[in-house]
């Protein structure tokens, strides 16, 4: 994976950061149905974005589009659909932390433990990373 290789020789690692669905309901916030770094994708507040999300088809880049298939109904026909948050998401709502190993764990509860935050949740899960 490519991303391995980044910061590959620092203290780092990576973490999906879940936080409590009801973000998505606050005001400012944007859906797009396809990754925002391809040309062609608009991203639509409110309702109307969240549903275009789970269409039969998306935009995927300039002048394509991308059927649903047989992509699960809890899911984005696209799975790089993306929920943009105004400014920054506040960490009360931060549910959980997965990470890829054990290591990553001890380092995560140790980042949470120090910041004064609430508990949270801390998965190892190599799926969440395509493993």
């Avoid at 944007?30 to 770094?37: K, S, V, Y």
């Amino acid at each position: 994976m490519s991303s391995e290789d980044w910061w590959a020789n620092e203290d780092l690692f990576w973490a999906v950061l879940s936080f409590d669905p009801v973000i998505m309901t606050h005001p400012g916030v944007l859906f797009a149905p396809g990754n925002m770094g391809y040309e062609g994708i608009t991203p639509v507040e409110g309702l109307p974005g969240a549903e275009a999300l789970f269409a039969d088809r998306v935009p995927k880049g300039f002048k394509k589009t991308m059927p649903r298939w047989d992509r699960a109904p809890h899911l984005p026909t696209n799975p790089q659909a993306e929920v943009l948050y105004p400014q920054a998401v506040s960490t009360r709502h931060l549910r959980r932390i997965y990470v890829l190993t054990d290591e990553d764990a001890a380092k995560a509860e140790a980042i949470v433990s120090v910041s004064g935050h609430d508990e949270v949740d801390i998965i190892v899960d190599p799926v969440t990373f395509g493993r």
